[in-house]
């Protein structure tokens, strides 16, 4: 099996196609297997590569949940690049996975050619916070007590992933079916010393203004913790735009795999021709029908 190693741990990856590297970071229900949709549209035109994050197996589980914070899962991402001889790749990454994609953007801006965070915001709003933490903690706990394939069957049902289930019942339960797989004790770790200690995205107004990267949102209109913090980010980051399908929850490339396909070529090509710009200032004008000149 290929590993490339990162602070600690083996991280599993698969790669697909030849081209300009795409590198695909998963949600916390998902793994390198949720990706299978974008790898094979994908590795027609680029060398795509999807890995399992530090605690989801064959990847390493490590004991400490200090080593599954923010910063670390980005530089994972970095590591797997390395550990390919890949300076430079453009980077897509889902739920858990999109706030990695973000932070790679954050600590590793030259290293990133694009960015696509689809259902990125869970947990964001400062008045929830709270909520946020305690509810991961308690998770982490059930996930010990009682085991992924327990936890998988609640999960499976949440407001944001039913959309799944009811478009693509065959595809919600294999989703269903590989959160079960994965180790109970990695998932607990993940949520412990990574989704309950991860900084708000609104925390990092400053750091997301200043980015210049190419950056695609991509939200479903159904993902109602994602919603607010994706417009967010569309209003804070001058070279991001933002996309939200209708009738659709959080795990957009799976729900709508052809619409999120094309969504992301289709910005990635206007990225390599150099026609993904900064937002124009004048569409900040809120005046419906413009200024008069003075």
Known sequence: MPYAQSAGAKLYFEEAG???????????????????????????????????????PPSDVPDDAGSYRQEQQADDAAAVLDHLGIGHAHVVGLSMGAFATLHFGLRHPRRATALVTAGIGSGAPKDLRARFQSDSVAAAARFEREGSKVVAEAMAVGPARVQLQNKDPRGWEEEKRYLAEHSAKGSALTLRGYQATRPSLYDLEAAIAAMTIPMLVVSGDEDEPCLDASLWLKRTMPYAGLAILPKTGHCVNLEEPDAFNRLVLDFLTLVEQGKWGRRDPRTLVTAPFGQEKK
């Open 18 to 56: 030849s081209g300009h590297p795409l590198l695909f970071v998963h949600e916390f229900a998902g793994d390198h297997r949720s990706w299978e949709a974008q790898l094979r549209f994908f590795a027609r035109r680029y060398r795509c590569i999807a890995y399992n994050a530090r605690g989801y």
